[in-house]
C-alpha cells in the first residue's frame, strides 16, 4: 500500500511517496511535469543497478534521457566531482534548456551533489529525488538539502533547492550492504529522540525485524520517518528555528568525519557517535538521567552502531566545530535532549564539557 506525505511549502509543496515498486513510476512522474528531457545522476554503485531501468522508465513516457555517473563514496562529495558533473550535462547533445529534469538516483552523496547541479544549472532546474539507501529514504531526501564537502568542513558548499516529487521505493533496500542500512537507522534513532519517545520503544521491539527487512516494519519505518521530517522542515525550511533539531548530533559528528577523514567513517557512523556525546552533555547538564543516555546506547549497539571511537583529538573536534555553519558569532550551537523524545538548542555549550563527551567517546 502506498504511503503519500506532503511537504507543505506553498507553491514549492511536494510529495514524498513510499511504495515497493516505484522506481518504475519515474517516467510518469517526469511526464506530469512536463520534462522536456532527463539526466539521471547516479553513482558508480547504483547506475550498475538501477540505471538502465529507470532510462527505460523514462524513454517509455517519451521523455529523452542521459544517465551521467560519478564514484561513489562521501570522498567524492566535492568541487571536483560537482565540475565534472556540470562539464558532462552542458557536453549533452542536443543542449540542455530549462525544461530539463534531473533525476537523482541513489543516497544521500547522490542527492546532495544531484540537488546542487539542479540548483545551479541554469540557475535553477527542476529535479526529483529517488533515494535507494535507507538514510537518503528518511533523511537526506527530504527537505531540499543540497551541497558538497570541503576541507574545513561538511556541506559548507550547498544551497536549498527543494525537488518537485521525492519517491521512495523500499525494495532498493534489498541491495544495500548491511553497513549502509544501519547508517540509515541512525537517522531513525535520531528522530525518535527529537520527537517520539514512543517510536524509541518501536525501534526497541522490532529491533530483529528491522534487521531483516521485514516489509511491513519497514513501510511503517520509512513512513514515520519521513513524516516527521516532513512536518520539521514544512514548519521551517532553513532551519531558522525547528529545523535546527535535525541536527541532533550533528554539530559533532560532522566534527568527527572531518577529523577521521570522510570516506574513513560512515556518516551514520558518525552520527551515532554525536548522539552519545550529546546525551553525555545532556546528562552533564542535568537535563537526561544516565539511564536515558544508556538506553539510547544499549539501542545502537542492537544496530551494530559505534558508541566509541578510539583517536579522536577533542581539541581538534572543538576547532572544526566553530567553523560549523550553523556556528554563531563564534558561538557553538548544540541540539541536546531535555527528555527521550524532545529537544532544545543551547548556544552556551563549553569546551570543557565537549571535550569532556568526546573524552568519553575515547572509552575501550
Not at 209 to 238: C, F, P, R, Y
Request: overall charge negative.
Amino acid at each position: 500500500m502506498e504511503r503519500t506525505i506532503t511537504v507543505e511549502l506553498g507553491p514549492r509543496s511536494y510529495d514524498v511517496r513510499v511504495a515497493p515498486g516505484l522506481l518504475h513510476a519515474v517516467g510518469q512522474v517526469a511526464a506530469q511535469l512536463d520534462a522536456g528531457a532527463a539526466v539521471v545522476i547516479s553513482d558508480s554503485n547504483v547506475a550498475p543497478l538501477y540505471g538502465k531501468g529507470v532510462l527505460d522508465c523514462l524513454a517509455e513516457a517519451g521523455i529523452s534521457a542521459t544517465l551521467i555517473d560519478f564514484p561513489a563514496g562521501e570522498a567524492n562529495k566535492n568541487l571536483s566531482t560537482c565540475g565534472r558533473l556540470f562539464d558532462a550535462l552542458f557536453a549533452i547533445t542536443p543542449a540542455i534548456d530549462r525544461d530539463c529534469l534531473i533525476v537523482a538516483l541513489g543516497g544521500g552523496v547522490t542527492g546532495d551533489l544531484a540537488g546542487l547541479v539542479a540548483a545551479a544549472a541554469l540557475r535553477g532546474l527542476r529535479w526529483i529525488q529517488c533515494p535507494t539507501s535507507l538514510l537518503a529514504d528518511v533523511d537526506a531526501s527530504v527537505g531540499g538539502k543540497t551541497g558538497v564537502d570541503h576541507p574545513a568542513g561538511k556541506n559548507l558548499i550547498g544551497a536549498f533547492h527543494q525537488p518537485s516529487s521525492v519517491l521512495i521505493d523500499p525494495d532498493a533496500l534489498k541491495t544495500l550492504g548491511p553497513g549502509e542500512f544501519r547508517d540509515g537507522l541512525s537517522e531513525c534513532v535520531k528522530h525518535a529522540i527529537i520527537r517520539d519517545a514512543a517510536k524509541l520503544e518501536f525501534l526497541e521491539d522490532n529491533a530483529a525485524e528491522i534487521l531483516s527487512h521485514d516489509g511491513e516494519v519497514m513501510t511503517e519505518l520509512i513512513a514515520w520517518n519521513v513524516q516527521i521530517k516532513a512536518g520539521v522542515v514544512s514548519a521551517d525550511e532553513k532551519e531558522a528555528g525547528e529545523r535546527a533539531h535535525l541536527n541532533f548530533g550533528h554539530t559533532i559528528a560532522h566534527a568527527i568525519e572531518a577529523q577521521v577523514g570522510f570516506g574513513r567513517i560512515s556518516h551514520g557512523q558518525a552520527v551515532a557517535l554525536g548522539m552519545v556525546a550529546a546525551c553525555h552533555m545532556a546528562v552533564l547538564r542535568g537535563f537526561i538521567e544516565q539511564d536515558s543516555a544508556q538506553r539510547v546506547e544499549d539501542l545502537l549497539r542492537q544496530f551494530d552502531l559505534p558508541v566509541s571511537w578510539d583517536g579522536l583529538n577533542a581539541d581538534g573536534i572543538w576547532d572544526i566545530m566553530q567553523h560549523d555553519k550553523k556556528a554563531r558569532g563564534g558561538e557553538v550551537h548544540m541540539v541536546l535532549p531535555v527528555v527521550i523524545g524532545q529537544v532544545a538548542i543551547f548556544d552556551d555549550v563549553t569546551q570543557e564539557v565537549t571535550s569532556d563527551a568526546v573524552e568519553y567517546l575515547g572509552r575501550s
